[in-house]
């Protein structure tokens, strides 16, 4: 138990640093312009129409690109989404409004519209995927695209900052960076081809189009429902090297709105985030063990079962604050962090039980046959 907390501090330590440095701000350059790259933009868009004139009005307020185009894909929406999107593109240049087909047999939806854009897309130096609930400040494209210049590698997965408003949104989205954050050495998982080292977040990823097209594009992840982590996998393969960057300040995403939306969200993926069952169960034993036990082992045993439990549970408040501080999630969270535990284990089992049933959706799909 304080041993997995010692540890868990240790690396959490370690890539706080990392983090740090790899953060995307103002005082990164936004010279995209001067090393005469060619951007393309990829916004997939089903049943948007309620939260994607933000993230669209931010992609048109972007600054500092010389020659950027936006490529967006109405992906057989049945709300209001094409009207939107219209209104807000009207008369704009370098912007592409594209009718999705319907999905082919063998891919799931969103690999299947970033397929589509690809498809229709120019030549171009660089390819950004933005989700249709990411936020963008006017300079985070350019910042995203320098930094990725800068340091020569071949993707970059920049982590907005997670909105949480409702309680579920609260206790949950702090553990997105939290999870990686206390598992993996970011900076050997950026030359690493090991797929278990392999860190993605598909909401804001910046890739070098010659990487993207060793790949053919997005054929080879047709099918799986983490595209991104796919992505990044299927990258480092073919030899690209890759990481994450902090973006908390120049972009933010609001994932989902309520429990609900949130359960659906984890539910139709979580099963794949650790691969097997067995590797599912292991690491919620770990976690149990690590982020649950203390508390109650603390409050309840006396003597040196409960100096250590207090240890362990002392030092899972630490990394869960540090990283909240640096991604500016709530502080507050971290006081709950046993409960927030046992709420994810709980979408996890949850998720497996999804998959075993053949139950998986998202956004009016089956899932049946993803990976």
């Known amino acids: 138990m304080i041993v997995l907390a010692l540890v868990a501090l240790a690396v959490n330590v370690l890539n706080l640093v990392i983090f740090l440095v790899n953060t995307l701000s103002a005082r990164r350059p936004t010279a995209a312009q001067a090393t005469g790259s060619s951007v393309n933009v990829f916004l997939p868009c089903r049943n948007e129409a309620l939260r994607v004139t933000p993230t669209l009005e931010s992609l048109l307020a972007q600054e500092g690109l010389a020659d950027c185009h936006l490529y967006i894909l109405n992906d057989r929406s049945i709300d209001s989404t094409q009207s939107v999107i219209s209104a807000l593109i009207a008369d704009k240049e370098k912007v592409s409004l594209i009718s999705g087909r319907e999905i082919e047999p063998g891919w799931i939806g969103k690999s299947f519209a970033l397929h589509q854009l690809y498809e229709s897309a120019r030549v171009s130096d660089y390819t950004v995927l933005i989700d249709a609930d990411v936020t963008l400040s006017p300079i985070a494209l350019s910042s995203a695209i320098a930094t990725l210049h800068e340091s020569k590698l071949d993707f970059l997965s920049v982590y907005p900052r ?3 408003r409702s309680w579920s949104e609260y206790l949950i989205q702090p553990l997105l960076q939290w999870t990686w954050m206390t598992s993996l050495f970011l900076r050997r998982c950026e030359r ?6 392999t860190v993605a977040n598909g909401q804001f990823m910046v890739i070098r189009n010659s990487a993207l097209c060793r790949i053919q594009g997005f054929s080879h992840v047709r099918n799986f429902v ?5 992505l990044a996998r299927q990258l480092k393969a073919s030899g690209a090297f890759g990481g994450v960057v902090n973006g908390s300040d120049l972009a933010q995403c609001r994932m989902y709105e309520d429990f609900d939306q949130l359960s ?39 003597g040196w079962i409960a100096s250590i439990s207090s240890l362990a549970f002392a030092l ?40 075993l049933r053949g139950r998986l959706s998202w956004s009016g799909r089956t899932l049946s046959g993803s990976q």
Do not use: C, E, N
Request: avoid cysteine; glycine fraction near 4%; aromatic fraction near 12%.
């Open 316 to 355: 899972s408040l630490m990394v869960r604050y540090g990283v909240a501080v640096l991604t500016r999630a709530p502080r507050s969270s971290s006081i709950f962090h046993p409960i927030a535990i046992l709420f994810l284990l709980y979408l996890l089992a949850a998720s497996w039980s999804d998959r």
């Open 264 to 302: 659906q969200g984890y539910r139709k993926s979580l099963w794949s985030a650790f691969g097997s069952p067995f590797a599912a169960f292991a690491i919620a034993a770990i976690f149990t063990v690590a982020y649950i036990l203390p508390l109650p082992l603390a409050l309840l045993q006396h």
């Open 226 to 230: 983490l595209d991104d982590i796919a």
């Open 162 to 164: 997670q909105v949480a």
């Open 192 to 197: 690493s081809a090991r797929r278990s080292t």
